[in-house]
């Protein structure tokens, strides 16, 4: 049974940093494009950063370019998102997920695997 389990989460203020990783088992996610979502109270779930295995081509949200970064280390089967000058508006839960394909869609029905999330709280 694939899983996944993303950790890293917490409170902090506004302009600092948070590092979320997400430990991938059950199965490799290998040649699998990884994905970042969060979901904030009242509001859709919505994408944040994606990543390709081929290449490790990336993608970001308007909203968190040059601010947030993801990676992957297949070897570790674990993806992580670094997030930097973290606004209010950055708080909800963050989710990962395994794409089905090596896509890196924006699209959440896309994906076949999701962790339980995590949250993250930024005080201004």
């Known amino acids: 049974q694939a899983q996944l389990v993303e950790s890293g989460g917490g409170s902090v203020q506004a302009g600092d940093s948070l590092r979320l990783s997400c430990g991938a088992s059950?199965?490799?996610?290998?040649?699998?494009?990884m994905g970042w979502f969060r979901q904030a109270p009242g509001k859709e779930r919505e994408f944040v950063a994606a990543?390709?295995?081929?290449?490790?081509?990336?993608s970001y949200a308007d909203s968190v370019k040059g601010r947030f970064t993801i990676s992957r280390d297949d070897a570790k089967n674990t993806v992580y998102l670094q997030m930097n000058s973290l606004k209010a508006e950055d708080s909800a839960v963050y989710y990962c997920?395994?794409?089905?394909?090596?896509?890196?869609?924006?699209?959440?029905?896309?994906?076949?695997?999701w962790g339980q999330g995590t949250q993250v709280t930024v005080s201004s």
């Open positions: 990543i390709k295995w081929l290449g490790s081509t990336t």
């Open positions: 059950g199965r490799t996610f290998t040649y699998h494009a």
């Open positions: 997920a395994s794409d089905s394909l090596d896509i890196g869609s924006m699209n959440s029905y896309e994906y076949e695997y």
